[in-house]
């Protein structure tokens, strides 16, 4: 089998992430791939218990030091038990964030901790992904519809409108750092149109 193929999305909170990693998935399906959709903080049976300790509770339950180690657990365990055996069964992994989300929320947000983001990514995780779809929009707009889902996971989405701007920043100059796996994509646009981009860069990018 061959090396198959891992692909991210990121972006601010209700940039449209998920609902694009849905259509992507869909749209390989049909085209014959085998697709693996998968998330994060998650994406294992432990990676989702860690996930419980991460999205829910209080803004300031923990520090950035130790999220930091609680989402690379999290990533190891969905690492291991999902990511590295579906590659390697040759299949198509899309990934509802990965690292770079670490990168900004933990090491350009809360203090400049991206060294120990980056020292602890070589370590235990090593691997990024093939491509990286960041989904660019407003935080305006994308705090908007956020908030709208009331989905009891707003840990993130209540540090404020502020802090939204500090991702924004973040994601975009993700770019400068990975020019050849990073690609920005227009959020602000029907989600039907946004897809139909998409599916023509991943399609392209395919081995
Ligand atoms: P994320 O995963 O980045 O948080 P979602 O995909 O869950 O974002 O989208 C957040 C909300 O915005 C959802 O209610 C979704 O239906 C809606 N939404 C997603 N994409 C678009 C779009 N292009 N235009 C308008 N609304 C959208
Ligand atoms: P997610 O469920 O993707 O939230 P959303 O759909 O609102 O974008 O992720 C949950 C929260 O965890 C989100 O606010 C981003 C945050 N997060 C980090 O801070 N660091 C990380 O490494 C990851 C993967 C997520």
Do not use: C
């Amino acid at each position: 089998m061959g090396a198959g193929f891992f692909l991210s999305f990121e972006g601010i909170d209700g940039s449209g992430k998920s609902t694009q990693a849905r259509l992507l998935a869909n749209a390989l399906k049909k085209a014959g791939h085998d697709v693996v959709l998968t998330r994060e903080p998650g994406g294992s049976d432990g990676a989702e218990e860690i996930r419980r300790l991460l999205v829910e509770g209080d803004p300031n339950r923990w520090s950035a030091e130790t999220e930091i180690l609680l989402f690379t657990a999290a990533r190891r365990d969905h690492m291991e038990r999902t990511i590295l055996p579906a590659l390697e069964q040759g299949k198509i992994v899309i990934s509802d964030r990965f690292a770079d989300s670490t990168r900004v929320y933990q090491g350009a947000t809360r203090g400049d901790l991206r060294g120990i983001v980056d020292q602890l990514h070589d370590l235990m995780i090593k691997r990024e992904p093939d491509l990286t779809l960041v989904i660019n929009m407003s935080p305006n707009d994308a705090l908007a519809r956020g908030l709208a889902r009331d989905s009891g996971e707003d840990r993130f989405e209540d540090f404020g409108l502020a802090f939204q701007q500090k991702l924004h920043d973040g994601f975009a100059s993700l770019k400068h750092d990975f020019p050849d796996r990073i690609r920005m994509i227009d959020g602000a646009r029907d989600m039907h149109t946004i897809a139909d981009g998409i599916r023509d860069i991943v399609l392209d990018a395919l081995p």
